[in-house]
């Protein structure tokens, strides 16, 4: 006769909107505290319980960042039940009838463990069906330090049985983490790869922290350029505080503030691809569809501007004005704007620049003059291909030809 198997399953329900790092800590302590067999995490469709806020991810993204933040917890899963739901909203005893129904199909007993915070505990008996809630799971309430499983539930009927779930207590909430990550906070409240996804889909009105922007940045770089990303992002800052009041087409666009945050990423990320082959660089470019000439196909150096701009987009979700300073930074363009302005020479300019001839006179000059900055900085280009032999790209001669 077959051995009589009972799994003990937790279902981790909620909006994960986003996916912090209480949510995750009441998800392992539950794992460990319950002994259980597989934990089934559920982000909502449309929840029943709560408004949808006005920074809100699409349950799409919610799905996806729930994968991130509980992808390394064992015997742990991300079920898109509910997400996949178009008849409307979705509720727990719904759920769990077809978690039931799947699970039942293995000839395995079950013992279901309902995972939930504070918040939801003490509104269980107003759930819609709650009375099969309560007979079908076992309520497991991840409970603040000195909590008991029945505080907070005097309404919980005779026959509903109840767990506590400790945990250490972490101060935060999903609400208070959206209000953070707009004002370029809330990085330590959760996984680092949650929070990548995040800035990478610009959710939340996400302002990211430069401090983290910069550490992700030099991770693509070699040793060495390092200093020279960090000496661009200095005159970067320094050109800015110089110039912007210079143009009132950016100031019209947004603030001074802003305006910096814009050039300081587009100085960390402007090498992003400096150190790819050119194979590298154009297998980028057929990823990401950059659109490059000829005489770009054939040399890495030129093409790193605009591979490195995808991957600002792309990874880091940087507007189009960023990317462009970016993808101009080496060439340059006729007719660019401030930022671009910005970025060519801060590149050419910045304090860890081996000294060649002419640099002094063209930093005096970036602080005076920019345009005529920016057209002596070309012709000391064009003169030092001429020199080597090298054709001037088209980009670079039409730029000569606006700023003269």
């Not at 759930?127 to 991840?142: L, M, P, R, V």
């Not at 591979?307 to 880091?316: D, L, N, V």
């Not at 064009?382 to 090298?390: E, F, S, T, V, W």
């Amino acid at each position: 006769m077959p051995e009589h198997i009972t799994r003990k399953i937790g279902i981790y329900g909620g909006a994960f909107n986003p996916p912090h790092s209480a949510h995750v800590l009441c998800a392992r302590c539950a794992v460990q505290a319950l002994e259980l067999d597989r934990l089934i995490v559920v982000p909502s469709g449309i929840s029943p319980h709560k408004p949808e806020p006005r920074l809100a991810a699409s349950a799409k993204d919610r799905l996806e960042l729930c994968k991130i933040a509980f992808g390394d917890i064992a015997r742990a899963e991300v079920s898109d039940i509910e997400v996949q739901n178009t008849a409307g909203r979705s509720y727990t005893a719904d759920t769990l009838r077809i978690i039931m129904e799947r699970e039942q199909r293995r000839g395995e007993d079950l013992k279901l463990y309902l995972i939930c915070g504070t918040d939801m505990f003490v509104t269980l008996p107003d759930w819609y069906d709650a009375e099969f809630i309560f007979k079908s799971t076992i309520i497991a309430h991840c409970a603040r330090p000195g909590r008991t499983a029945d505080e907070g539930a005097p309404d919980f009927p005779a026959y509903a049985k109840a767990v506590t779930v400790g945990m250490p207590q972490i101060e935060v909430s999903s609400s208070q983490l959206r209000a953070a990550l707009a004002q370029g906070g809330g990085l330590g409240l959760m996984h680092d790869a949650v929070y990548a996804y995040i800035v990478k889909n610009r959710l939340y009105g996400v302002e990211p922290s430069l401090a983290w922007l910069r550490r992700k940045a030099y991770e693509l770089y070699k040793p060495k350029r390092v200093l020279h990303a960090a000496g661009c992002e200095e005159e970067a800052l320094r050109l800015c505080e110089r110039w912007y009041g210079a143009s009132a087409t950016a100031r019209d666009a947004d603030n001074c503030a802003q305006f910096c945050r814009e050039a300081q990423t587009a100085a960390m990320l402007h090498d992003a691809t400096k150190k790819l082959a050119l194979e590298e660089q154009l297998a980028l470019c057929e990823k990401y569809g950059v659109k490059a000439d000829e005489e770009e196909k054939r040399y890495a150096n030129l093409l790193h501007g605009k591979t490195a701009a995808a991957i600002a987009r792309a990874e880091f979700g940087v507007n189009e004005r960023v990317a462009g300073a970016i993808a101009f930074h080496t060439t340059a363009r006729a007719d660019m704007n401030l930022l671009e302005k910005i970025m060519y020479l801060a590149d050419y300019i910045e304090p860890t620049r081996e000294p060649f001839d002419g640099l002094s006179e063209l930093r005096q000059l970036a602080y005076e003059n920019l345009d005529g900055a920016v057209y002596f900085s070309l012709c000391l280009t064009a003169d030092d291909l001429k020199r080597r032999g090298i054709d001037i790209h088209k980009s670079t001669a039409e730029a000569i030809h606006f700023y003269s």
